[in-house]
């Protein structure tokens, strides 16, 4: 069913990027957790909550919490992350 098929999905993630994600520095994190929003238009806190449960997203939103960042921290494009989105829209284009 659609628990076991998303459980084998969250393995195969978790084998193929969990190297690159272990050695991220918090703001590397920070930027990841950003960027998710941007591509999903879901907070990182909202897809775990939606696939794993309330519980595990509390958990996880402490966890970064103590490192200083926060699951629920939403991508501005006009804002505070407007260079980021020139940046993407310039590597888009082949500028970069």
């Known amino acids: 069913g659609r628990k076991e098929y998303l459980k084998n ?3 195969e993630v978790f084998k193929q990027y969990e190297d690159d994600i272990s050695h991220l520095t918090i703001n590397q994190g920070k930027m990841l ?3 998710i929003d941007r591509e999903t ?3 990182s806190y909202n897809l775990i ?3 794993r449960g309330k519980f595990s997203a509390a ?3 402490g966890i970064a919490r103590i ?3 926060n699951l629920k921290e939403e991508y501005d494009p006009d804002g505070e992350d407007a260079l980021i989105e020139l940046i993407i829209n310039d590597i888009d ?3 970069l």
């Open 41 to 43: 238009m879901n907070t």
């Open 93 to 95: 284009a082949g500028n």
């Open 33 to 35: 957790i950003k960027l």
């Open 49 to 51: 909550r939606d696939y």
């Open 59 to 61: 958990f996880w939103q």
């Open 9 to 11: 999905v969250e393995k």
């Open 67 to 69: 490192f200083g960042t």
